[in-house]
């Protein structure tokens, strides 16, 4: 099993991007997706999260109101779009993968993942 993450790099302060994840070994829509990140000396945080069974997506606060994620289950693959960067964006971003969350509340714990990606560096700056 394999997710691996692209679409990172430097973006200018203000600017977007969009991150793929795609999997190998495993069919993302037999699972729960969510995109993580982490910044130097901060826990993991929870970014966006994507249900396999009713298309429920969710948005950590970082994220909410600039950010979209999707599927795409005819390429095994998901994407993160984030608008309006900060220096505060900057961090490692991971993909992962549960087949089940138990309290939708809770998608954001990083230890109930089975499958993780190797991340992909994100660096807002000018």
């Known amino acids: 099993v394999q997710l691996v993450e692209s679409g990172g790099g430097l973006v200018q302060p203000g600017g977007s991007l969009i991150l793929s994840c795609t999997a190998s070994?495993?069919?993302?829509?037999?699972?729960?997706i969510s995109w993580f990140r982490q910044a130097p000396g901060k826990d993991r945080e929870g970014v966006a999260y994507?249900?396999?069974?009713?298309?429920?997506?969710l948005y950590g606060e970082s994220a909410l109101g600039r950010s979209t994620m999707a599927r795409d289950n005819t390429k095994n693959s998901v994407y993160l779009q984030m608008n309006t960067l900060t220096p505060d964006d900057t961090a490692a971003y991971y993909c992962?993968?549960?087949?089940?969350?138990?309290?939708?509340?809770?998608?954001?714990?990083?230890?109930?993942?089975?499958?993780w990606g190797q991340g992909t560096q994100v660096t807002v700056s000018s």
């Open positions: 992962a993968a549960v087949r089940t969350v138990h309290y939708l509340g809770l998608w954001h714990i990083p230890n109930q993942y089975d499958y």
């Open positions: 994507s249900s396999n069974k009713d298309g429920l997506t």
């Open positions: 070994g495993l069919s993302l829509d037999d699972y729960h």
